[in-house]
Every structure is written in structure tokens, then in C-alpha cells.
């Protein structure tokens, strides 16, 4: 098993514009969630789903959207990109509401 | 609000000499109090998960407990290869989401 993949690993935008970063877990996890780490603020919840087609705002979501079209796969989009949200974006997923989360690599992110 | 410290910042000990990491919590009504471990550049590796006072659950040198207001990571003759930041995290009763802490980043010297 792969566990939880992400793609890209690392990315640079320009202030403006657009992008999608992509999860995907074999578990067959219903649980999924999105979340950025920055320095001195410990990893913070953007967006998660409690099953396929289904989405939810974390704590920090303004800026952020999210798709989960499948079960496997959960897609956290930038619309336009802000030197804010230069940071580090872990993807878990979870089989159930109070089970440990399972986390892929990162992607780090860099937004001028 | 639900929050999570954790303290020490930063622990540096000598290969064998065992010590704690204390995670102080306020929650309302706790349904989960997790442990992680984060390697440098990678995401963090789940642990354990404690429910309710007075559980406890190993795991090779690890050890972790808890009380209704904090839970400890026992370290017991740590080896190099447990040099790690160790992240405690708390989900409250009716809710989806995980309160982490700042972190312990540990270093163990040969």
C-alpha cells in the first residue's frame, strides 16, 4: 500500500495565480483533510470531508477551496495565490471520526 | 476554545537517559488525545491514541499516558534514531477536527 500520496512536492507560484493539489489514499479511508503547517503555528485544518461528495471548512479556510468527486481522492485548489499561503500543505485521511490520522509526504509551497 | 501546549520546546538527551514530554490540554468534553512523531521534511507518523484517564499504550521505547488534563510520552533509553519532533494533538467530543500543539523537537546523542 502507498498510504497517502501527494502531488506536487514542491511548487512555486507568482502572486495571482492558480493551483490544485492533489491527495489520494488506498486505505479506504472515509475521513480526509487538508492541512498547512507553518513555523511557530503547528499544523492548522483548512478543509476536510467526512465521505466522497462531501466538504467541509476547518479553521483556516478563506482562500481555499476543496473537491472530493471520489472516494480515494481529495483536491485542495488556490484560486489566486497570496504570499499568505506560502507554506507546507499535509494531506490525512482517517477511517473514522476518532481514529489517528494517516499523513502523506507534504507539499511545500512558495508563493512570491 | 480547545487548546494544546506542550512543553519542553526542545529536549536534548544522552543516548539511554530516559525522560518525559509532558502535553497539557483543555478540551471540552475530549473524545481523543493523539501522539505523532515528524521526521524533518516529511509528515507526521501516527503514534498512539489515548481515550479516556487513565489509559496507557506502548510502543517499542514509547510510552504514553494520560490524565484528565494532560498525557505524558515516556521515553525510555532512547536511541539516536528517536531524534524527532513529537506532535500531540486533541479532538473534542462532536468534532471533526484536531487541536495540535507547537511540538517537542527531541535530540538524542550518541
Known amino acids: 500500500n502507498a498510504g497517502v500520496t501527494q502531488t506536487p512536492k514542491f511548487r512555486v507560484l507568482k502572486t495571482g495565480q492558480s493551483m490544485t493539489l492533489l491527495c489520494a489514499q488506498d486505505?479506504?479511508?472515509?475521513?480526509m483533510y487538508w492541512y498547512r503547517q507553518d513555523p511557530g503555528m503547528g499544523l492548522r485544518l483548512i478543509h476536510y470531508?467526512?465521505?466522497?461528495?462531501?466538504?467541509a471548512k476547518g479553521e483556516v479556510p478563506d482562500g481555499y477551496n476543496v473537491s472530493r468527486l471520489k472516494k480515494q481522492n481529495f483536491l485542495l485548489g488556490l484560486e489566486s495565490a497570496a504570499p499568505s499561503q506560502t507554506s507546507v500543505y499535509f494531506c490525512?485521511?482517517?477511517?473514522?471520526?476518532?481514529?489517528?490520522?494517516?499523513f502523506g509526504p507534504g507539499t511545500r509551497l512558495t508563493v512570491t | 476554545e480547545d487548546q494544546v501546549t506542550q512543553s519542553p520546546e526542545a529536549l536534548r538527551l544522552q543516548e539511554g537517559e530516559s525522560s518525559s514530554l509532558n502535553c497539557s490540554y483543555t478540551v471540552s468534553g475530549l473524545r481523543g488525545l493523539f501522539w505523532y512523531r515528524q521526521d524533518p521534511g516529511k509528515g507526521p507518523e501516527f503514534l498512539f491514541t489515548?481515550?479516556?484517564a487513565g489509559e496507557e499504550k506502548e510502543k517499542e521505547r514509547l510510552k504514553a499516558t494520560l490524565t484528565k488534563k494532560e498525557s505524558f510520552l515516556h521515553i525510555t533509553a532512547p536511541k539516536p534514531e528517536d531524534s524527532a519532533t513529537y506532535l500531540c494533538a486533541v479532538q473534542a467530543r462532536g468534532s471533526e477536527k484536531l487541536v495540535f500543539g507547537k511540538g517537542t523537537k527531541l535530540t538524542v546523542n550518541p
Open positions: 470531508s467526512v465521505g466522497e461528495g462531501t466538504t
Open positions: 489515548l481515550y479516556s
Open positions: 490525512a485521511s482517517s477511517y473514522f471520526q476518532s481514529a489517528g490520522q494517516y
Open positions: 486505505m479506504n479511508h472515509e475521513y
